[in-house]
């Protein structure tokens, strides 16, 4: 049997944004397929002593870094929490930890999971054993986004991703093989100088056994307050500065602008990012109805017309469009939003650059069942080739190939 070590960030299991829901798919998709699958994980000293005794190799970050993050973050809005763990060993005695968990259970590849993790693993390996990294963003460029919304100096800012560039094309280079989880990442990194024969191009997943179309429930519809004549909008997203721009964009200008020319009309928002909602109110004026986490999205997925994805910052691959379509629901959305799915535009979901014409867009769809029907049922079949299965059979060929 071959056996694999994690390397993950946090503690995979407690956290529900898109990144880690989608390591815990690949997680349960390679252990349901025969392999050996060990987490090696980090994070904060408080989330390491509540749950050290649950995961074998949980390990808690340096109290340096943490007093240097919350420096940072105090007096330039920096959030460098991520690239400290990298540019130093997130945890003491990582490289001692790292080889006892090998030879422990017997490792015979290494999968890490972001680019935080890779710099302190190439080092305690020293080419010991292959290593494979997934990287879920072109890093240095979510950063610079990310660095620029919370208002960081641009000096600073601009230092920062320098620092990040290197490290990626350092590192990436010295990994075994390096997956991206679409094509525009793989085209941003080689222009970068990373290897392109190191490259390998495999697309977020979903589950399409969980996700399915669903009869929508009358009693939640009734309980929600959702009429028969209302128009029902939807969004699903974690707390990530990426969500919080397309709420604002959601309350500010989409959602207005769509009242303007259809009274009756709700939008759905599920996921951390409702606290976020209710933080800025948008509730109180407007027709949100945030819900918080919900334990059968699909339920909810089922009362909702159209699934608007407007999201102009982030990067990487979006799961929520792959997880919507699974749904098959009709998606209006903008070109990040579909990163790393083969989509066709106006046949198995709606791609719309401009609010504008995004918003003439969902009151076009929302006027014609015919045609939103015949969407979802093609944003279903093509979300079908995204299966976990066919990803973790992807995975598992890369590592026989690196191990043979």
């Known amino acids: 049997m071959t056996n694999i070590l994690v390397t993950i960030p946090y503690l995979l ?115 010991r054993i ?38 990626e094309i350092e590192y990436l280079n010295m990994a075994d093989s390096v997956i991206c989880l679409s094509e525009y990442d793989k085209g941003k990194y080689i222009k970068m100088g990373v290897n392109c024969s190191k490259i390998v191009v495999i697309p977020n997943g979903v589950d399409i056994n969980k996700l399915k179309p669903t009869e929508p429930n009358k009693s939640l519809k009734s309980r929600l307050g959702i009429g028969e004549d209302d128009l029902v909008l939807f969004f699903a997203g974690s707390t990530m500065y990426q ?74 691959s979006k799961l929520k469009t792959l997880e919507a379509m699974a749904a098959g629901k009709v998606i209006v959305c903008n070109s990040k939003a579909v990163r790393g799915i083969a989509v066709r535009n106006w046949q198995d979901i709606i791609i719309e650059d401009d609010f504008d014409t995004m918003i003439d867009s969902i009151l076009y769809i929302a006027n014609d069942v015919d045609t939103r029907l015949e969407i979802g049922l093609n944003a279903r079949k093509l979300a079908e080739k995204y299966s976990w299965d066919k990803v973790c059979k992807r995975y598992i060929n890369l590592y026989e190939k690196i191990i043979s």
């Open 130 to 167: 292959p290593v494979v990294v997934t990287v879920h963003d072109v890093y240095s460029e979510r950063y610079n986004e990310l660095l620029r919304y919370n208002g960081t100096p641009r000096l600073l800012a601009s230092i920062l991703e320098m620092k990040i560039r290197e490290m």
């Open 243 to 316: 969500n919080k721009q397309a709420v604002d964009d959601l309350a500010n200008i989409i959602l207005p602008k769509v009242l303007e020319r259809r009274k009756k009309v709700k939008l759905l928002i599920t996921g951390g990012i409702s606290s976020y909602v209710r933080e800025k109110g948008y509730d109180s004026g407007l027709p949100i109805i945030p819900l918080g986490y919900v334990k059968d999205i699909n339920q909810h997925y089922a009362l909702a017309d159209i699934v608007v994805i407007p999201t102009v910052l982030g990067t990487g």
């Open 13 to 127: 299991h407690i956290y529900n944004h898109g990144n880690a829901i989608r390591i815990e798919y690949l997680v349960d998709g390679l252990e349901n397929m025969g392999l050996g699958v060990t987490l090696f994980m980090y994070d904060l000293p408080w989330v390491h002593s509540r749950y050290r005794d649950r995961y074998m190799y949980l390990y808690p970050t340096k109290t340096e870094i943490i007093l240097a993050t919350a420096l940072l973050k105090y007096l330039t809005k920096m959030p460098a929490y991520d690239p400290l763990c990298s540019f130093f060993s997130p945890i003491r005695f990582f490289r001692r930890r790292m080889l006892e968990a090998i030879l422990k259970e017997d490792i015979h590849l290494v999968q890490v999971e972001n680019l935080w993790p890779l710099p302190p693993t190439i080092k305690a390996l020293r080419g």
